[in-house]
């Protein structure tokens, strides 16, 4: 079953509460922070709100954003300290925590910016260090099931000496969709997962023999 996150209209700046997958040895989630960070991200491009102004884009139509939802099997995803697989062998986990998405339509096309955000926990056999979490942000047509924009970000993360966790954030890349209609919640759906698929090795290009 779909799991969904965020439903509400134009800017996404209201958040529901980090929500973290039990696991066995992890802190508790800190309080607050990344609800605030995130959104002024994804709706001024900064940590810090501007002063609170009507901001309207030209020839910009109003639409109904899309919903923000985790894609079946991705909500968490685990690294263990060998071939087992349970709670005790758990190095760390990521997890999500918070989403948003902001919609700006034109009469020909909507730019989708989507905000993600989360957490690294060290479990009982894990400890401090440098992380890139691979997420994998995608918009998928509704009427034929065709993902029309997809890309993973593997975004940094490091866990300190002194803690147990650390947080992860990132604002996509427009991603741009056609205009069909204002309802666009009715044509498109947005997925984000976390993307286990590791990264292709880079082969060397074949030497060219000389004549």
């Known amino acids: 079953m779909r799991q969904s996150v965020v439903g509400n209209r134009g800017l996404a ?21 990344v609800s605030s960070t995130l ?18 884009e030209s020839g910009s139509v109003e639409v109904e954003c899309p919903e923000v939802l985790v894609t079946d099997g991705q909500s968490a995803y ?24 902001e919609c700006i339509a ?9 905000g993600v955000a989360g957490y690294v926990l060290s479990g009982p056999m894990g400890g401090p260090g440098s992380f890139q979490v691979p ?3 995608s918009v998928r047509r509704d009427s034929d099931g065709q993902i029309l924009q997809s890309k993973t970000y593997r975004i940094a993360a490091s866990i300190k000496a002194d803690q147990a966790q650390a947080p992860f954030s990132v604002v996509t890349e427009p991603m741009t969709v056609p205009f069909t209609r204002t309802e666009a919640n009715m044509d498109y759906s ?22």
Do not use: W
């Open 13 to 33: 700046l209201l958040f529901s509460g980090v929500v973290l997958l039990p696991l066995a040895g992890c802190g508790s989630t800190p309080d607050g922070g």
């Open 39 to 56: 959104g002024n991200l994804i709706a001024f491009n900064s940590t810090n709100a501007p002063p609170v102004r009507e901001i309207k």
């Open 78 to 101: 685990r690294t263990y300290a060998g071939a087992d697989t349970s709670s005790a062998s758990v190095k760390h986990q990521y997890s999500f925590g918070e989403m948003s998405r």
């Open 135 to 137: 997420v994998r942000v």
């Open 106 to 114: 034109t009469k020909d096309r909507i730019d989708i910016r989507v």
């Open 190 to 211: 947005i997925f984000v997962g976390f993307d286990a698929t590791p990264e292709k090795s880079q082969k060397p290009a074949p030497k060219q023999r000389k004549n």
